[in-house]
């Protein structure tokens, strides 16, 4: 596509969970095709049915999103957690509907395809149930660029934010969504965010680090952010391969070092351009921890004494201003460095199922329970608190 670098060949598409564009450029393994059910198109009335059980909580503050989990959260608090517990943030979604829309696209392959493109609400629901997880905040990672076409963006965006909001409709207590946006068409992106928001019960949206090469503090997007700002919207930063085609190491996948990069380098334009500043309604959720973003402040704080780089102080704030998932971190050392970044206030439980499949999502939740850093209290917010302060629509369908 323009503004990209070829895709490399690589390994088989398992290798390459997220990038959507290289399953059109390596040989697909054969698999039986999604068993999951065939979500039918919304109707207006759907659409209005859906945001309905949300509007309820549309002005609910901290306080009122932690009162909506009811005797659950109560009983949490005590120490005595139900077994569906976690509140996932980083959940993605491929309804049928989704899926063939996608294969039309060129997106994906006809058959076959990645794991990731197997999504079932069967196994949505037993990866949450074998995992403790009440409730999954589901998105749809597409490259911005998919949707560069005007006509392809106005039918692509509406098909997948509905749905993702028929899904959440469906089962108000198990999900909720983040929807899509098409940036590069602002007039666009406005009008599918007032739809997405307002009318089909969104928890926010998803925003890709980057589109056509610019990130996400180009000038390009204030409009965008200024309507997002207003509205005191959440915005889930997703990272893609790099505008320059990735790092190119044989048998390294783009999503293991590149998509941290990614997301860092996001983080990082939104800060310089003034973007955080200038909107301080914004709550940004940078997913994977945030890539390297917790890591490199001190970095930027003694190139900013210098005079280098960022004024002094503006990447400490920032960083203790974003939002994070605990999505692919899977390391004991990952947790520690995050808290001690961003405090446990601002870390949100992920599991990034179905790009992680379900035995590793089961390994990678066994480490996260067993991890030393997260004390009563920490374990508590990061599991489920914060996500009840900060999704209140979600918060008040899961109220008891």
């Known amino acids: 596509m323009a503004g990209r670098a070829p895709v490399r060949q690589g390994g088989p598409l398992s290798a390459i969970p997220y990038t959507w564009r290289s399953a059109m450029n390596t040989p697909p393994p054969t698999r039986p095709a999604p068993a999951g059910p065939a979500y039918r198109a919304l109707s207006r009335r759907d659409a209005l049915r859906a945001a309905g059980a949300a509007s309820l909580a549309a002005g609910l503050g901290a306080a009122g999103a932690t009162a909506a989990a009811g005797p659950a959260l109560a009983a949490a608090e005590g120490g005595d957690r139900p077994p569906a517990w976690r509140i996932d943030t980083h959940q993605h979604v491929l309804t049928r509907a989704m899926h063939d829309w996608a294969v039309e696209a060129g997106l994906l392959p006809p058959e076959g395809g990645p794991t990731w493109a197997d999504w079932t609400l069967d196994g949505a629901l037993g990866t949450m149930e074998d995992n403790g997880i009440a409730a999954g905040v589901v998105s749809a990672p597409i490259p911005s660029m998919a949707f560069r076409d005007r006509t392809t963006a106005e039918r692509g965006v509406r098909l997948c934010n509905e749905a993702m909001a028929?899904?959440?409709?469906?089962?108000?207590?198990?999900?909720?969504?983040?929807?899509?946006?098409?940036?590069?068409?602002?007039?666009?992106?406005?009008?599918?965010?007032?739809?997405?928001?307002?009318?089909?019960?969104?928890?926010?949206?998803?925003?890709?680090?980057?589109?056509?090469?610019?990130?996400?503090?180009?000038?390009?997007?204030?409009?965008?952010?200024?309507?997002?700002?207003?509205?005191?919207?959440?915005?889930?930063?997703?990272?893609?391969?790099?505008?320059?085609?990735?790092?190119?190491?044989?048998?390294?996948?783009?999503?293991?070092?590149?998509?941290?990069?990614?997301?860092?380098?996001?983080?990082?334009?939104?800060?310089?351009?003034?973007?955080?500043?200038?909107?301080?309604?914004?709550?940004?959720?940078?997913?994977?921890?945030?890539?390297?973003?917790?890591?490199?402040?001190?970095?930027?704080?003694?190139?900013?004494?210098?005079?280098?780089?960022?004024?002094?102080?503006?990447?400490?704030?920032?960083?203790?201003?974003?939002?994070?998932?605990?999505?692919?971190?899977?390391?004991?050392?990952?947790?520690?460095?995050?808290?001690?970044?961003?405090?446990?206030?601002?870390?949100?439980?992920?599991?990034?199922?179905?790009?992680?499949?379900?035995?590793?999502?089961?390994?990678?939740?066994?480490?996260?329970?067993?991890?030393?850093?997260?004390?009563?209290?920490?374990?508590?917010?990061?599991?489920?608190?914060?996500?009840?302060?900060?999704?209140p629509r979600l918060a008040s369908r899961l109220r008891a």
């Open 166 to 391: 028929e899904l959440a409709a469906d089962h108000p207590t198990r999900f909720g969504f983040f929807a899509n946006l098409a940036v590069l068409h602002t007039d666009l992106a406005l009008e599918q965010a007032a739809y997405a928001l307002d009318e089909l019960g969104a928890d926010g949206v998803i925003l890709m680090t980057s589109a056509d090469g610019r990130y996400l503090g180009d000038p390009a997007f204030e409009p965008l952010f200024a309507e997002l700002n207003r509205r005191r919207a959440v915005v889930f930063v997703h990272p893609d391969s790099l505008p320059e085609g990735g790092s190119g190491i044989p048998g390294v996948p783009d999503f293991i070092a590149d998509f941290l990069f990614d997301t860092t380098r996001a983080a990082l334009s939104l800060i310089a351009s003034g973007t955080l500043d200038r909107h301080p309604d914004l709550r940004i959720i940078l997913s994977h921890a945030g890539g390297f973003l917790p890591y490199l402040a001190g970095r930027a704080e003694s190139a900013a004494r210098q005079g280098e780089g960022l004024a002094p102080g503006a990447v400490a704030a920032a960083v203790r201003r974003f939002h994070y998932d605990t999505a692919m971190p899977a390391s004991p050392y990952a947790m520690p460095s995050l808290l001690a970044a961003a405090g446990p206030s601002r870390v949100l439980f992920g599991t990034d199922w179905p790009a992680r499949p379900a035995e590793e999502v089961g390994v990678i939740t066994r480490d996260h329970e067993a991890d030393p850093a997260l004390s009563g209290a920490a374990r508590q917010a990061v599991d489920r608190g914060n996500a009840l302060r900060l999704l």
